[in-house]
């Protein structure tokens, strides 16, 4: 079920603009429209650690060769049609980034938030035409159903966009009152009529995350992992070209290490999951403390837990 209160305001709230390069050459996004923003939206208008870990996985002309490969891989000409939703898109800064490698012809980034949060993303995303911004308050069910209405997924066939192929979420696992509502999305945006289960198969999940309380976000994964498999990014700097100049011998092997780009200290993943297939014939409990208790999961109403972030960190991928 969605949350009443506003969450971009909790009591605490105590947050400055992230400064970074890449945000403060655009005046939509630099520090002095993050401060203005952040008095009028709260969180949701500060730019996260993570997003720009997101943009540099998927930026298509990236330095690095990246495990699972991203979605942006292959040429312009040749690579399949992208219909995306970001969820909790904030200042839209990370759209924004998408936008300059999409297709208006073919591809498609739905851009939420809650529909205050509308307001900003509408006119920080107003001049990227594929980019559409639509109200998806996490555990909405009402928003759910105008998005499927919108992308006609109840006709047959389904038209242009069509179903959702990637799930984006950045900087998206801090307040414990929000990791419900935020997997029950998340269940909704790879259920039917969203998928199939045999020509339209539940969207791809990335997620860019920066652990601050390990303690406070585990029940998410713990919960998550029964539902997805998931996966950390790995990444190695592409091979040069070996040529007269640049002999073999010179080449040196690049070895995988975990995704995490900026401060060596950061505790940063991107993460790429798939719905569970198995998944789709459990039901999904009402209640959110049963949700991240694991109710309903491998149709059983006992709690359980997943333990995929956890070996995540204890298989030689913990943060260092």
Known sequence: MAIDRDPNFPSDL???PLASASSDADARFDSVAQEGAIRTYGI?????????????????ESPMEFDPP???IASAGS???????ELGSGTGFVAAGIAEWLRPERDLLIATDLPEVC??????????????VRPL????????????????????PPTTPGYPTHILCSDLIYFPALL????????????????????REPAQVILSYKMRSLAKETPFWSAFGLWFKFEPVLARRRSRTVSENDPVENQEEQTWTRFSPGDASDEMFVLVARRRPESLKWSVPEEDSALLAGVGAYLSDSPKSDDQFEQLLLMGLELS
């Open 180 to 199: 419900a509502p935020l997997l029950r999305s998340l269940l909704d945006l790879t259920s039917p009529p969203f998928v199939d289960g045999i020509s």
């Open 44 to 60: 949701a208008g500060r730019i996260w650690e993570a997003s720009h870990a997101m943009l540099a996985y998927l930026e298509p």
């Open 137 to 156: 308050a996490w555990g909405s069910q009402e928003h759910i159903r105008e998005l499927v209405e919108e992308l006609q997924l109840l006709r047959a």
């Open 79 to 85: 690579r399949r049609a992208i219909t995306a939703i």
């Open 14 to 16: 105590d947050i400055h």
């Open 119 to 132: 307001t900003l993303l509408k006119a920080n995303l107003r001049e990227s035409p594929a980019i559409w």
């Open 70 to 72: 991203p979605p942006t």
